[in-house]
């Protein structure tokens, strides 16, 4: 079963304008990462931002958490064209044997419209 | 840094026939992961290794999926026999663990997608 549910599922803006997307989960995490994904490639780690932290920057990124609200958003800043894309929140789970596993959500469709 | 290999890119097979993908990791890094991503969905994590041994597979089902690491480097993931419902892009990962707080970041490769007809 997934963790986190990305809201919202697609998301159409023009080039310049500002992105959010946001993520809910269920259980208790140590983490959260976002993670891109362009049509037909692989993901590509984006931000990473752990359970003792609200707010974290990378560039034209912001990301928050709310642990309280179990929730937390991604913020693309004056977007473009190339940040057409899917994202993808993952949370940490502890699984059999003490491991962990990234369980991701069905992400947001994001279309930057030029 | 050369990234996460994967081939095929593509596959197409009928029901019932068998399907094998490679995954060749970064260089150095002792966790593999295998997911499968089902379209409109994220990605679902299949089996995890550490080295050549296995972490966890309890997402993996074993009475048509195979995985293997031999010497801890490239893996190949089996599906024998396939069937509609595996069709998917399967995607590999790698990563390289920091401490045992940190959870790793993964570094994916371009996937194969599995068509089955």
């Known amino acids: 079963s997934q963790q986190g549910e990305e809201d919202p599922q697609a998301l159409s803006i023009q080039e310049g304008e500002n992105a959010t997307m946001n993520c809910s989960y269920k259980t208790s995490i140590n983490n959260l990462q976002w993670y891109r994904q362009n049509s037909g490639r692989g993901l590509v780690h984006l931000i990473l931002i752990r359970s003792n932290e609200r707010e974290k920057h990378s560039g034209r990124l912001r990301v928050t958490l709310d642990t309280s609200k179990k929730s937390s958003s991604l913020l693309i800043t004056a977007s473009r064209a190339a940040d057409t894309a899917s994202y993808f929140c993952?949370?940490?789970?502890?699984w059999g044997g003490g491991s962990e596993k990234l369980v991701f959500g069905k992400g947001t469709k994001l279309t930057v419209n030029p | 840094e050369a990234g996460v290999a994967q081939s095929p890119r593509y596959k197409i097979i009928e029901k019932r026939q068998s399907v094998a993908f490679w995954c060749n990791p970064i260089s150095g890094h002792a966790t593999l992961y295998w997911y499968q991503q089902i379209l409109g969905q994220g990605p679902k994590l299949l089996i995890q290794?550490?080295?050549?041994?296995?972490?966890?597979d309890s997402q993996l089902p074993k009475d048509r999926f195979s995985a293997e690491r031999l010497k801890g480097v490239d893996s190949t993931l089996k599906i024998q026999p396939a069937k509609l419902e595996d069709s998917a892009v399967y995607l590999c990962?790698?990563?390289?663990?920091?401490?045992?707080?940190?959870?790793?970041?993964?570094?994916f490769g371009p996937g194969t997608r599995l068509t089955v007809l």
């Open positions: 290794f550490q080295n050549n041994g296995v972490v966890d």
């Open positions: 993952a949370t940490d789970a502890v």
């Open positions: 990962a790698s990563s390289q663990p920091v401490s045992r707080d940190w959870t790793d970041t993964q570094y």
